[in-house]
């Protein structure tokens, strides 16, 4: 298409989804710019030196299932642009007091090493890895009804189990490692476990072990941003850095404007022209109702050697949930939920330098852990995780040279739109995840019709995966920006 004179859309914001959004606008040959705040675009999924010189850790996001399997990046030729995946000997460790149980990529494998579980480990997942392509296209995207009757097959059988909370499906197994795995995986959902659609985050990520494998990137996760904006660029589109934007009114005229802000910072920019437009004050009043999820606490460490875990088999795995018991990370979420700073949170931790050897000087490693608190926490939370991962590698604390904290203040003040330090766009419970950010039928679009949201706080949602982005500019692009 010709372009016409000036910008078809400025983008506020330069994370994964503003990167993909711009993208997205310029392959359809519009004239785009992103506007970012920060000094470098990559927002949650950038690296930095944050313990001591030679030391790369990720400062947010560092595991990348959605990231492997998006159907977005999978059109673009980020390897040509400098990313490369790495994937562990096994996606998934996780510690239990007698033993670790591991989650291959290989489902057959995994299911075996679950003993009496095998089979029922195999029901739960086996249907999702085999409809994964299915499940990607058609249900990690904004809500709606598939036409095509496999697809609604596929949905419903899927949502059936989805649906339900974590303590229900866990009741299929009978062993504690085959439980212990199931609550790691729902846990990422940040809410209790009892809560219905927490059966959804365990499936997802189970099933996207298998099928997709939770790779990190080479060279730290600010390569697949680094790799976005270079994609961005080539295609003709403009990157302006260090202008954070307070409102709508000091942006260059364009056509579109998308927002990869979290609700928050839509009102904060945009409400001037929203209040104006037709139902603009009641989506307004809905966007300030939205709700926020818990926030998390941070901690990254530089190493001596490996972390000493008492069963060496966690050193096959990048990612590693740390927490003991489905009873036990059922508990820490639960305090979590009800406003409290849990004694044993559940822990998330990855080691990616046992297998990027470009993370820390030879010999030394990192490692990058974080738990859940309530939303705006002050609780210092190093301590607590630093038992967590003593309790299944007890001279970790020997090991350890420096600890970079981030409590969920610095995450915000780092990135606005982790809100009270919430990393996952805004609560994803079963009232919101389908709605967010706003019930609409088009949630990208809003009463203006030349503002769009595009981050993660629309559908589907938190991760690195560029779909947010994606949809938004589709909508774009079938509304303001068709011709
Ligand atoms: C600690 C942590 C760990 C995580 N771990 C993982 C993980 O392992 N795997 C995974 O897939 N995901 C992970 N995530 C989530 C993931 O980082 C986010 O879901 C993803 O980055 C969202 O992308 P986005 O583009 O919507 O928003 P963001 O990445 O937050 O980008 C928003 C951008 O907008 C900019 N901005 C905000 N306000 C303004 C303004 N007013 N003017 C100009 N610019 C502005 C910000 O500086 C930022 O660059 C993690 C996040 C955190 C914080």
Redo the contacts with the bound molecule.
Sequence with gaps: MARRDGLDAVV???????LAAGIALARAGRAVRI????PT?????RSAELTLPGFLHDV?????P??RASPFFSQLPLERLGLRWIEGDAELAHPLDDRAVIVERNLPATAARLGDDAKAYVDLVGGAVRDWDVILRELIRPFHIPLDPHALGVAMRFGLKALRPATALARRFRTPAARAVLAGCAAHSMLSLSEPLTGAFGLIFLASAHAAGWPIAAGGSERITDALAARFTELGGEIVTG????SLAELPRSRAVLL??SPT?VVD?AEHRLRVSRGGATYLRRLRRFRYGPG?F?IDLALDGPIPWRDPEVLRAPTVHLGGTFEEIAAAEAEVAGGRVPERPFVLLAQPSLFDPSRAPAGRHTAWA?CHVPNGSTADMSDRIIRQIERFAPSVRDRILAVAKRAPAD?ERY????VGGD?G?GRADIRQFFTRPVMRLDPYSTPDPGIFIC??STPPG????GL??WYAARSALDGVLRV
């Design positions: 506020v914001g330069g994370g994964p989804n503003g506007i970012e705040g920060a675009v990559g927002g949650g999924c947010c996001s560092a595991v990348h959605l990231g202008r954070s934007i307070r990869d802000l910072g920019v998390v941070k974080y995450i990135d606005p739109n982790y990393i766009g981050s993660a938190a991760g690195v995966h947010c982005g």
